[in-house]
């Protein structure tokens, strides 16, 4: 039997998934597809980080571990939805709740002192940020609106916020003392090993890292943040805002770049309440209450302290707010600021949320004001700016005439994952951190004082030219332009540059349109031929094509997740991606609150149909096609139809999509002619489903308005989740004839 592998992750994709997967896995029984399913929630990956110390009834298998492994093989067929890139508060949360379920895990050591402390945290510390993505992403990353989704969004277009020319809208950034300005590269002659070591002034040597296995010719890159130049510019620019009388908002991504960007969350957070650090920052320190892990923490670890501490720190924190710029907030009705938690402004979605929205975001009164948008580290802090200055200067993007940016991007076998692994450090003390080879050698070399941030990445040889090759075949195959963007100036950029002209002097590139531009350059070349209506590929690292896939989507279709991903894994498998998950915390609480799940499962549709046709080539089953055809149209008439989730009680929500979508997949089906035992199968399914159209719809809509119950936000109990999320019981008796159909 041919299998697909769909994985169950976190918060609305999870939920969905309760409601999609007894369709999906009816309907691909009917071509012997076998649906299997595999954890990788982030209270799946904590279990299964403790479960060799857990009783053996609370024991589960390490299943990113699993399919990191099948990953490597051609006989791979993932379904990848999004998962929790988990900060430390998130992380803490997760595990109260896996306790509070009975789990019997340690607490997370925020300082752990002991060998088992030390080992408690290391295990936490894996399950941290984007520990999925690297370890599932054996290729590089294909990321495209499909067309029926991009026709949609030109006859159906999402609202934009309208831009004037007098915005004071800005993008603050660094620019020097950054990651970007200090970095150095190198490119491997030969394999072996590398090791980063920090020796002191007075030359005692730490071995920050002992070991690094690299390969000939990767690329190694390593930097470092200045903390004394971060503090000067942050001050500067909360001073910069309050001037202007625009909000103040700081960028980063502190899931994925789960070491470096929460301290630079934490520098954010000391800067704008000097006041609150000057008076109590000691006392914060000895209760444990980090600035790393956000306003909010501080506020909810106070509660725990007597009553004239928690009262001096209540006023100190209104004193700064009253003395600073306004904040931006992430909830002005609940009060949670851009500065609450680390994980709540996540700048690959929250930038491209601004730029829509006028270039605004949201004051403490609940209204749209300009903003300085704070993003330290320079290296594609400019991106955003060049895109503000074009709305400035043009208006906002009509989704109706503009055309679309497909991203083809470097991310096989970990390349370029700054910041989210085991070579970043705070620097403790002054001196310099060495990179140097097997023989001693010292590769790269960066003088750093206490408090700086060191970090180092590595870029494989054999998935550059791979993402060279496939960048090469997405031109040809769609007709389009391409553009690596990559700037010369920069030293990882330089060595790319080098590799990418000699692999690209190997392709047959004849009569194809590409081109190296800076990030600058290429946002500027990119928006005008968007602006006319015209096509371009971006072809970019690791962590530029993050921002852009949700960059240019959120311009285009108001949303990435309707983007489809496709990361042709090196090895021959495959990988399908259903999109971004931003948005997901919100559907849960609504659905808690109203039980109304607002996710749209579009992106796992067409993860699906891409997933089936891969299975069609590779198993050599050529039902898996046809249903796969039938999917896609399906998917079609969903859109047309409105039969997406709507943003209001009392409309169409996730469950009711996930039938319309059942219903016509078994219309499709029954009017296809390739395959005539299928149709004469679904004829009577179709025949069922329509003539329980209404009273399917009334049964979902029955169950709206009223607080939903599901066991628990990281783990939600099965049994509870699956009432909640399949309460039609008419559709449930439908599903289960689907699978003996044939």
């Not at 409601?19 to 309907?27: K, M, T």
């Not at 023989?439 to 180092?456: C, N, Q, T, W, Y």
């Amino acid at each position: 039997m041919s299998r697909i592998i769909y994985t169950h992750t976190d918060e609305a994709p999870m939920l969905a998934t309760v409601s999609f997967l007894p369709i999906l896995e009816a309907f691909a029984a009917t071509a012997g597809i076998d649906i299997e399913t595999r954890d990788i929630s982030l209270a799946g990956r904590i279990v299964a980080a403790f479960s060799d110390l857990l009783p053996e009834d609370q024991r589960e298998p390490d299943a990113l571990s699993e399919l990191g492994e099948l990953a490597k093989t051609p006989e791979a067929n993932i379904i990848k939805l999004p998962n929790i890139s988990a900060s430390v508060p998130q992380l803490k949360a997760a595990v109260a709740e896996l306790q509070a379920q009975g789990i019997d895990l340690p607490d997370y050591p925020e300082s752990p002192e002991t060998e088992q402390e030390k080992d408690i945290r290391a295990r936490y510390d894996a399950v941290k940020g984007s520990a999925v993505n690297p370890v599932l992403r054996e290729g590089n990353s294909d990321r495209r609106a499909p067309a029926a989704v991009k026709n949609f969004a030109r006859s159906h277009p999402h609202r934009m916020g309208a831009w004037s020319a007098d915005s004071k809208t800005s993008v603050a950034t660094m620019g020097q003392d950054d990651f970007r300005s200090n970095e150095q590269s190198v490119v491997i002659e030969d394999e072996g090993a590398l090791s980063i070591v920090h020796v002191a002034a007075d030359g005692i040597e730490t071995v920050l890292k002992p070991s690094v296995p690299v390969l000939a010719g990767e690329v190694v890159d390593s930097t470092v943040m200045r903390a004394a130049a971060l503090d000067a510019f942050l001050a500067e620019q909360i001073a910069a805002a309050k001037e202007q009388g625009v909000l103040f908002s700081l960028h980063l991504k502190a899931t994925m770049m789960k070491v470096s960007d929460p301290i630079l969350f934490g520098h954010a957070v000391r800067a704008f309440f000097p006041t609150l650090f000057t008076q109590y920052g000691d006392v914060l320190a000895q209760a444990g209450l980090s600035p790393n892990n956000g306003l909010g923490g501080i506020l909810s670890g106070a509660q725990d302290l007597e009553e004239t501490l928690r009262a001096g720190i209540s006023a100190a924190i209104e004193t700064d707010l009253a003395a600073g710029p306004a904040l931006a907030m992430v909830n002005s009705h609940k009060g949670i600021t851009n500065l609450h938690v680390p994980s709540d402004v996540i700048v690959d979605a929250s930038m491209p949320a601004m730029i829509r929205t006028s270039g605004h975001m949201w004051n403490a009164n609940d209204a749209e004001q300009d903003t300085l948008a704070v993003i330290p580290d320079s290296s594609y802090a400019g991106v955003y700016q060049a895109t503000i200055e074009d709305c400035q200067k043009n208006g906002a993007f009509d989704p109706t005439t503009m055309g679309t940016v497909p991203n083809v991007g470097l991310m096989a076998q970990k390349a370029e994952e700054y910041g989210s692994h085991d070579k970043t450090f705070e620097i403790a003390a002054e001196g310099r951190v060495e990179v140097r080879d097997a023989s001693g050698a010292v590769l790269m070399s960066h003088d750093v004082a206490a408090g700086d941030i060191f970090r180092a990445c590595q870029a494989k040889d054999a998935p550059i030219r791979d993402w060279v090759q496939l960048a090469v075949r997405r031109s040809r195959e769609s007709g389009m332009p391409a553009v690596f963007w990559l700037d010369e100036s920069r030293a990882h950029d330089r060595n790319l540059i080098a590799k990418v002209e000699a692999y690209l002097a190997e392709e047959d590139t004849e009569g194809l349109d590409l081109r190296i531009l800076s990030p600058v350059e290429a946002t500027k070349h990119t928006l005008e031929r968007v602006r006319r209506g015209e096509d371009t590929i971006s072809v970019t690292g690791n962590v530029l094509r993050d921002y852009l896939t949700d960059l240019f989507p959120i311009m285009e279709l108001g949303t990435s997740a309707k983007m489809l991903s496709v990361v042709p894994l090196m090895n021959g498998g495959g990988l399908f991606e259903t999109g971004a998950g931003g948005s997901a915390p919100k559907h849960v609480q609504q659905l808690v609150e109203e039980d109304y799940l607002r996710w749209d499962s579009l992106g796992e549709f067409l993860a699906l149909a891409e997933s089936l046709r891969h299975l069609s080539r590779t198993a050599g089953n050529p039902r898996a096609a046809v249903i796969a055809d039938a999917l896609d149209r399906a998917t079609e008439s969903l859109l047309n139809n409105g039969k997406s989730p709507q943003r209001k009680l009392g409309t169409i929500d996730n469950r009711g999509s996930h039938f319309y979508l059942a219903l016509y997949w078994a219309q499709e089906l029954a009017a296809q002619s390739e395959d005539a035992e299928l149709a004469t199968a679904f004829a009577s399914i179709a025949e069922d489903f329509t003539a329980a159209e209404e009273a399917i719809a009334s049964e979902l809509l029955a169950v709206q308005g009223k607080p939903a119950d599901i066991g628990g936000y990281y783990r939600p109990d099965p049994a509870r989740a699956a009432e909640v999320m399949r309460p039609s019981q008419t559709l449930n008796a439908l599903v289960e004839k689907i699978s003996s159909a044939l």
